[in-house]
């Protein structure tokens, strides 16, 4: 069974700062992993997707990396800004299933 | 990206009474739509895969006939929580995909008194 876990639970930096989130899955059989942002009481919008035959995804101040043989992922944020603020979810799929890490809740104070 | 809508994005009722949710892809067809459930402060939990013109799957440890499934139409699955209890409290979000990416609704917060 995929299990997905993420670290640190809970950040909170100055701004201006560059940061790593972490992502572990302990099944590197995937199809993809996908970064996602969730604002409190929102749904989720898409931030980057890494295809298992990639290594990393850019987008913006946003790096995805994935090493699939050691079950990790990193998005890395540069120069955070207070509007970085909410949670970030990882999830992995394979086939039809997703699987979702519980999230970091980041927060930049100004 | 595509959009998907989610209505409504809250409801409260009566324990007891049932719910629909619907689910739309606003600008593309969605053979295949996602159910998942988000308690506080926790991650998403994948609830059922919807498929159009046929049965929904479920996870293990969903009831079925609880949380009906049906979609109908290409850009509409509608999830109905019947006979709500407190417990069925949660934040419900949708999504669907388009090739390998996944695309979500906002969200539906469900309130059972």
């Known amino acids: 069974k995929q299990e997905v876990t993420q670290i640190p639970a809970a950040l909170s930096v100055p701004e201006g700062e560059n940061l790593v989130l972490n992502c572990s899955f302990t099944?590197?059989?995937?199809?993809?992993l996908q970064w996602f942002r969730q604002d409190p009481g929102k749904g989720l919008t898409s931030l980057l997707l890494?295809?298992?035959?990639?290594r990393e995804q850019t987008s913006g101040r946003l790096n995805a990396s994935l090493d699939k043989s050691s079950g990790r992922s990193t998005l890395y944020i540069a120069a955070s800004q207070p509007g970085d603020s909410a949670t970030y979810l990882c999830?992995?799929?394979?086939?039809?299933?997703?699987?979702f890490g519980p999230g970091t809740r980041l927060s930049v104070l100004p | 990206g595509a959009v998907v809508s989610q209505h409504p994005s809250w409801v409260i009722c009566k324990s007891g009474t049932s719910v629909k949710i619907e689910c739309r892809s606003l600008d593309f067809q969605a053979t295949t739509m996602f159910w998942y459930r988000q308690f506080p402060k926790q991650s998403l939990m994948l609830m059922a895969t919807s498929n159009e013109g046929s049965k929904a799957t479920y996870e293990q440890g969903v009831e079925k006939d609880k949380f009906l499934i049906n979609h109908a139409s290409l850009t509409l699955s509608t999830l109905t929580v019947t006979s709500a209890h407190p417990e069925d409290s949660s934040f419900y979000i949708c999504?669907?995909?388009?090739?390998?990416?996944?695309?979500f609704g906002p969200g539906t917060r469900l309130t059972v008194l």
């Open positions: 890494i295809q298992s035959s990639q």
């Open positions: 999830a992995v799929r394979r086939g039809q299933n997703f699987v």
């Open positions: 099944d590197s059989a995937i199809y993809n």
């Open positions: 999504s669907a995909t388009i090739d390998v990416e996944q695309f």
